[in-house]
């Protein structure tokens, strides 16, 4: 199993996140540092009907993005053309992200508003988990313009207490079976982009207690999240 796993991801990867080459601070930074612009509003993506899809993965934070990224452009079978680092809100929850992303009220069904506006919506994770409604939201046949969720990391962040890079390596695992097979099935015409709704931080409190990776806080590893074109 282990073995396996190693394979999926780059072993340049592990010294890139036991290196931290990448730094992510542990400091806050509740006002904004001005080298990194936020998570801007999903309408600029999707304001000029074009056919597009949004990736949201729930809880990637940037380092992880990076430690991912040679998968993803394999399986997309497009570059990251435009790669930047973008602050979700302070507040690192996935409620405010969503705000900020679609403009909704935490209350509010974010399927339900999408389709509203004409955006399809489809949140997967585990193996075979909404695949008939994932499978037409890659392709668009129903829709030009749609969201995909990506749960399964967020879901591992809050049970886990594996290193940053096993967690990289256990996301990597799962995202091979669950969704990267998959990706080639968008059309070539549309454009793509993928991001996330926060990130994490080690809790102080660990390991005396659980859990160790916490978010909600307004640290930059909790907000530090990557905003990406695949093209
Ligand atoms: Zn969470």
């Avoid at 010294?15 to 801007?40: D, G, I, K, M, N």
């Avoid at 099935?185 to 005396?208: C, E, K, Y």
């Amino acid at each position: 199993m282990l073995a396996a796993r190693a394979n999926v991801l780059e072993p340049t990867t592990e010294r890139l996140l036991a290196a931290r080459t990448w730094q992510v601070e542990e400091r806050a930074c509740a006002s904004e540092p001005p080298e990194y612009p936020r998570l801007p509003p999903a309408s600029e993506l999707f304001a000029h009907g074009e056919r597009a899809v949004l990736f949201v993965i729930d809880g990637l934070r940037f380092d992880l993005w990076l430690a991912l990224r040679p998968l993803f452009e394999r399986a997309f079978e497009r570059k990251a053309v435009k790669e930047e680092l973008r602050l979700a809100p302070a507040v690192s929850t996935t409620a405010a992200a969503r705000t900020a992303l679609f403009g909704i009220g935490v209350a509010e069904d974010l399927e339900r508003f999408l389709a509203e506006r004409d955006i399809g919506f489809v949140s997967a994770g585990e193996r075979d988990h909404n695949r008939r409604p994932l499978a037409a939201a890659l392709e668009g046949t129903e829709r030009a313009r749609r969201v995909v969720w990506l749960n399964m990391l967020d879901d591992r962040l809050h049970a886990s207490a594996l290193s940053p890079w096993s967690l990289a390596e256990a996301l990597a695992s799962d995202l091979s079976v669950a969704l990267l097979p998959q990706l080639a099935r968008i059309p070539r015409r549309d454009r793509v982009v993928l991001t996330a709704d926060h990130g994490f931080r080690q809790s102080p409190h660990w390991p005396r207690s659980k859990p160790r990776y916490v978010h909600g806080g307004p640290t930059l590893l909790e907000r530090a999240v990557p905003y990406v074109e695949l093209a």
